[in-house]
């Protein structure tokens, strides 16, 4: 069956690092764009990054320029989020997600779903 499983979250101070990773079985990983999307508590939602065909797309926030990147194994079935300079609003739960299409930011695009990885980045 289907499964895109996150690891690599925790609690780290700030100015921290993390790697996520995102290990995909039961598809075809190379036909699918893999994407990260974060939720906080009380908002929304939003895209971090995707990565498809080795070849990476960003969503655009302000608050994540320069200090994410993506990346994948593609012999793993397995795609990366480096985060650097970790700030206490990057804390959230992390989401890995499959579109069969293009990177795309738009949530409802993504057909399968990881359980997702607790960030929390402490003051």
């Known amino acids: 069956e289907v499964q895109l499983v996150e690891s690599g979250g925790g609690l780290v101070q700030a100015g921290g690092s993390l790697r996520l990773s995102c290990v995909a079985s039961?598809?075809?990983?190379?036909?699918?764009?893999i994407g990260w999307f974060r939720q906080a508590p009380g908002k929304e939602r939003e895209g971090v990054s995707c990565?498809?065909?080795?070849?990476?797309?960003?969503y655009y926030a302000d608050s994540m320029k320069g200090r994410f990147a993506i990346s994948s194994d593609n012999a793993k079935n397995t795609v990366y989020l480096q985060m650097n300079s970790l700030k206490p609003e990057d804390t959230a739960v992390y989401y890995c997600?499959?579109?069969?299409?293009?990177?795309?930011?738009?949530?409802?695009?993504?057909?399968?779903w990881g359980q997702g990885t607790q960030v929390t980045v402490s003051s």
């Open positions: 997600a499959a579109s069969p299409l293009t990177c795309r930011p738009r949530e409802y695009d993504y057909v399968y």
């Open positions: 039961g598809f075809t990983f190379n036909n699918y764009a």
């Open positions: 990565i498809r065909h080795s070849v990476p797309n960003i």
